[in-house]
């Protein structure tokens, strides 16, 4: 929705459609039907601590009382899907689990450490999903490559995670003690990101488990491939939708090829050889595409690849050689590249 790291929907993302609907859906009915019911939903610190009511602390860190925090987390979930494809569903739902469980730890901590050291007692915090929503911010900062898409006042630039944030910063500052839940939710982001104490392997979805909500719920959250059409602005010239559709074949084509090379490299082994696959990007400023079949005479040279974009496909899990015939192939076009590899 905001970056550009896949393809739009909500295609191979069931646990984060899930995620949109059901505590959307129970927070507007709470909100608009049943306000009755909302104290069953708070996230009360001081039943859990002393009345040791675990349920509270489900239902208080699952569902949001606030229909401004829901609409946030809900963009927020929209957008980190790209990790849900990434990863697949199963460790994608253990890193919530992981970043659930050790958030609600270190919303208790932090509690009581404001209380010993500033004398503030805390007795409630805002309700909702949003610990792991904080924790997501990690991978997508470490993770996510910036790229450029604008420059405000020739200093400002503005890349395809800026709204990501500024949307976050809403977030964070919808409650008086939402920071607790942010922090908590960074910190366990982190810990479960790079590994600390091997808690990755300790907070984890059984596989059990994942077959038995592949076999059960995944068919109910599924959605479909999405069509691939264009869709024009009113007042588009002929120009630009022919060059849309061109855009869109080229697309096409290069999925095509890139599904049938990694089919060969399977059964073959070795690295996919991705100048065959972008021959309609680096001709497509050409005036016409009628009978477009360049010549090996007339093939450029190979581009020289930066270092700072390798590393970047790199430290995002691709192999240093996919990376380098990406880039080399998109002439260095990082945006065109970063998005190939995570739908492929």
Request: aromatic share 12%; net charge positive; hydrophobic share 45%.
């Amino acid at each position: 929705m905001f970056t550009s790291t896949g393809s739009n929907g909500l295609y191979k993302a069931p646990l984060s459609k899930s995620l949109l609907l059901v505590p959307s859906a129970i927070s507007i009915l709470l909100t608009l039907l049943f306000q009755h019911y909302q104290k069953f939903f708070a996230y009360n610190l001081q039943a859990i601590k002393e009345d040791f009511q675990i349920w509270r602390l489900v239902c208080g860190r699952t569902i949001c009382l606030d229909l401004k925090d829901t609409f946030c987390s809900s963009l927020l979930i929209y957008n980190f899907r790209i990790f849900e494809r990434r990863y697949g569903s199963r460790k994608f739902s253990s890193f919530l689990l992981g970043a659930w469980m050790l958030s609600a730890l270190f919303d208790l901590l932090l509690v009581e450490i404001a209380q010993y050291i500033f004398g503030i007692t805390i007795n409630s915090l805002p309700s909702g999903f949003l610990g792991p929503v904080f924790a997501l911010f990690v991978p997508f900062y470490s993770s996510i490559p910036r790229v450029q898409v604008a420059q405000v006042l020739g200093h400002f630039s503005i890349t395809n995670k800026t709204l990501v944030y500024i949307l976050g910063l809403q977030l964070l500052t919808s409650g008086s003690y939402i920071w607790i839940l942010a922090l908590s939710g960074l910190v366990s982001g982190i810990c479960y990101n790079s590994s600390i104490l091997k808690v990755h392997r300790i907070l984890c979805v059984p596989s059990w488990v994942a077959k038995i909500f592949s076999w059960t719920l995944e068919p109910i959250f599924s959605s479909a491939e999405p069509m691939n059409e264009v869709r024009v602005g009113m007042g588009a010239t002929v120009d630009i939708q022919r060059q849309q559709r061109m855009e869109l074949l080229d697309r096409q084509i290069m999925m095509s090829q890139v599904a049938q090379m990694r089919r060969q490299r399977q059964q073959q082994g070795g690295m996919i050889n991705w100048n065959r696959l972008f021959p309609p990007l680096r001709h497509r400023h050409n005036a016409n595409y009628q009978d477009h079949r360049p010549s090996e005479q007339d093939t450029p040279p190979p581009t020289e690849v930066s270092e700072e974009q390798v590393a970047r496909l790199m430290e995002m899990g691709f192999s240093r050689g996919d990376a380098l015939e990406a880039l080399r192939a998109s002439n260095n076009d990082l945006n065109v590249a970063t998005n190939f590899l995570l739908q492929h």
